[in-house]
């Protein structure tokens, strides 16, 4: 199964959290926030090993890789 987030996940809510104390973000901080808040909201986003978002088709081909390599599934 891939790696999903829904509405930002954690990353966000803790984001949001330190915005709210008065944490003053570093630009690479913001950036992160900026782009997890506009994701879209209420649906799982699949995410790949660095935190952006991709598609299902793509998740679904990782997927498959990473099984291929255990030898569970063959390739097509």
Known sequence: MSTQIFNGGI????????KQHGHVFTPEQQSEFDYLDALPKNKWIDIDKNGKAITRD???QHE??????F???EAK
């Open 11 to 18: 990353r966000l809510g803790i984001l949001k959290a330190a």
């Open 58 to 60: 793509q998740a679904i």
């Open 64 to 69: 498959v890789e990473l099984l291929q390599n």
């Open 71 to 73: 030898k569970v599934i």
